[in-house]
């Protein structure tokens, strides 16, 4: 069942402009991870956030949770052509069973 | 060198034959997890397993099975009576269930 809904769908800019997407969720998590996929490869973590944090940053990565509106965002600064690759969002949910339920991902261009 | 490793790479299958994909790890980890992906989608939960010697049904179940006899091994039949087998095939490990998920680079089927 998909409960993480990423907006946009796909997103083009220029290298160096910052890239922002958002995730959505329906029920109450434990935490909301952000995960990259290059075309053709498997997922690669990039940071996890918990229901009762509200920011936090990882290199050039900042992702901020909003429990009250249950939505989050995954900032990239200075876009490098190498962030070329579609964003998947997942929760897991207080009662899921300690699974993982997955967004559709936005694909991310970044244009030289 | 540590890491989840899937084979092969491409798979190609006839229809009406089973078809076994191989998911090994080395990082000690507890649970395991099989996905599908189709082209432009998120990730379906096949199957998971939280300990050795025991799995469950994920949401895409049928036509699947899969078994878990070592902690480090979790393969995934697909088998004749998966209706539409085509996709690509991810297998994760997490240190417990609900961690953060280590993906190995996938399984791309085609059924001829």
């Known amino acids: 069942s998909q409960q993480g809904e990423e907006d946009p769908q796909a997103l083009s800019i220029q290298e160096g402009e910052n890239a922002t997407m958002n995730c959505s969720y329906k029920?109450?998590?434990?935490?909301l991870q952000w995960y990259r996929q290059n075309s053709g490869r498997g997922l690669v973590h990039l940071i996890l956030i918990r229901s009762n944090e509200r920011e936090k940053h990882s290199g050039r990565l900042r992702v901020t949770l909003d429990t009250s509106k249950k939505s989050s965002s995954l900032l990239i600064t200075a876009s490098r052509a190498a962030d070329t690759a579609s964003y998947f969002c997942a929760t897991e949910n207080m009662d899921s069973n300690y699974q993982l339920i997955w967004g559709a991902g936005t694909k991310l261009i970044i244009k030289p | 060198d540590g890491g989840i490793t899937q084979s092969p790479k491409y798979l190609f299958r006839k229809e009406g034959q089973n078809v076994t994909l191989s998911c090994e790890q080395n990082l000690n980890h507890d649970a395991m997890y099989w996905y599908r992906q189709d082209p432009g989608q998120g990730l379906r939960l096949i199957y998971y397993s939280q300990i050795v010697n025991d799995f469950q049904k994920g949401d895409i179940a049928e036509g699947y099975s899969v078994s878990r006899e070592k902690k480090e091994s979790f393969p995934l039949t697909v088998t004749s009576a998966q209706k539409n087998p085509t996709a690509f095939y991810l297998c994760?490990?997490?240190?417990?269930?609900?961690?953060?998920?280590?993906f190995g680079p996938g399984t791309r089927l085609t059924v001829l």
């Open positions: 994760a490990s997490s240190l417990l269930a609900g961690d953060t998920q280590y």
């Open positions: 029920t109450s998590i434990n935490n």
